[in-house]
């Protein structure tokens, strides 16, 4: 799993200015404890993995504690996702891949060959009726 993080406050042209968060933003906080939850690991599980203490995962996950880029990559590597760098545009894409690759996973999509193309589908069928 991947989580993608695109903010930008001011276009580039104008120049861009720092941007410090209050906290990791909700729905990358809820990613994190639903990863966590995926691999029936408490707060204090992950912590003991990391090495760091409970109260602070705990703080992260609340959104009371913004972590350093290597904790939080530390923390997203040891869920089995990781963090990219994506452009802009190319965001809602690899949205979109992510959303279907977690439909796929809850069994909710459909499987199909990456090359078929759609006249092999319609003379399968053709062929099945002939034999």
């Known amino acids: 799993m991947y989580y993608i993080v695109s903010y930008m406050t001011y276009?580039?042209?104008?120049?861009?200015?720092?941007?410090?968060q209050k906290g990791l933003p909700a729905e990358m906080r809820h990613a994190l404890?639903?990863?966590?939850?995926?691999?029936?690991?408490?707060?204090?599980?992950?912590?003991?993995?990391?090495?760091?203490g409970q109260r602070h995962i705990s703080g992260i996950?609340?959104?009371k504690i913004v972590p350093r880029y290597d904790t939080l990559l530390e923390i997203v590597r040891m869920l089995d996702c990781d963090l990219i760098?994506?452009?802009?545009?190319l965001v809602p894409i690899v949205q979109s891949l992510v959303r279907d690759h977690l439909?796929?996973?809850q069994?909710?999509?459909?499987?199909?060959?990456?090359?078929?193309?759609?006249?092999?589908?319609d003379d399968s069928q053709e062929r099945r009726d002939e034999v």
């Open 33 to 52: 404890i639903e990863a966590r939850k995926k691999h029936d690991w408490s707060q204090r599980d992950l912590a003991s993995r990391l090495g760091i």
């Open 85 to 89: 760098m994506v452009p802009r545009a």
């Open 11 to 20: 276009d580039a042209q104008n120049g861009i200015r720092p941007l410090r």
């Open 107 to 121: 069994g909710e999509g459909e499987e199909r060959s990456l090359y078929a193309a759609d006249r092999y589908e």
């Open 61 to 63: 996950e609340s959104g």
């Open 103 to 105: 439909k796929d996973e």
